[in-house]
């Protein structure tokens, strides 16, 4: 029932590109993204609705797949403070609820 | 500022007592939802509610219990039946949108609960 993340961890240096993919096993409606740092609240990133509708951050881009139920999130020329976990979040029948996260280091 | 706050930070609970976690938010949400997050671990479910007086259990209720009388307030008990209870607690709340998918959560800071 919890969306799958992949990969579990990502080790870029500053500069560098990195895809983070959310896939679920149910009918997706929606799907959130959301960056933690240690020890923090997840922070909202972006959300991506079916449809085509996308609301949210402006140097973070994402796919949202309908038919295939996947999202990747694409994080482009990597800053160190793009460094921590990301969550692919899914809402169904009010419930909303978190990948297994994808934890990101980034290093100069 | 609008927003959603947790008590206290940090919880130390001695084996065998319930203890409370507060969530208060002031963003006129509807939806609110606790989380358990281990070392390493993503966010697992406990319980949400969508209104007044009412919640849901979620992939990971037991041991837990939750009340909702009031919109603003969502606090969490860890009952003495959760048997390992050590981990960080969030709490989120949602506004409900169009068909409740389009709007993000608003995370609290969290409290670490210790077992001792």
């Known amino acids: 029932q919890q969306p799958v993340q992949s990969p579990q961890a990502v080790i870029l240096r500053e500069g560098e590109d990195a895809v983070i993919n959310c896939s679920s096993s149910?009918?997706?409606?929606?799907v959130h993204w959301y960056r933690q740092k240690h020890g923090e609240a997840p922070v909202f990133l972006m959300i991506?609705?079916?449809?085509?509708e996308q609301k949210g951050h402006d140097k973070i881009s994402a796919s949202f797949n309908e038919k295939k139920q996947q999202s990747s999130l694409y994080l482009t020329a990597s800053q160190l403070s793009y460094s921590g976990t990301y969550f692919c979040?899914?809402?169904?029948?009010?419930?909303?609820?978190f990948g297994t996260g994808t934890r990101l280091q980034v290093f100069p | 500022d609008g927003g959603i706050t947790q008590s206290p930070k940090y919880l130390f609970r001695k084996e065998g007592q319930n203890v409370t976690l507060s969530c208060e938010q002031n963003?006129?949400?509807?939806?609110m939802y606790w989380y358990r997050q281990d070392p390493g671990q993503g966010l697992r479910l406990i319980y949400y509610?969508?209104?007044?007086?009412?919640?849901q259990k979620g992939d990971i209720a037991e041991g837990y219990s939750v009340s909702r009388e009031k919109k603003e307030s969502f606090p969490l008990t860890v009952t003495s039946a959760q048997k390992n209870p050590t981990a960080f607690y969030l709490c989120?709340?949602?506004?409900?949108?169009?068909?409740?998918?389009?709007?993000?959560?608003?995370f609290g800071q969290g409290t670490r609960l210790t077992v001792v």
């Open positions: 991506l609705l079916k449809g085509g």
């Open positions: 989120a709340s949602k506004g409900q949108g169009f068909l409740r998918v389009n709007t993000e959560a608003f």
């Open positions: 963003l006129n949400h509807d939806a």
């Open positions: 979040g899914t809402v169904h029948t009010d419930k909303l609820i």
């Open positions: 149910k009918a997706l409606y929606s």
């Open positions: 509610s969508q209104i007044v007086n009412d919640f």
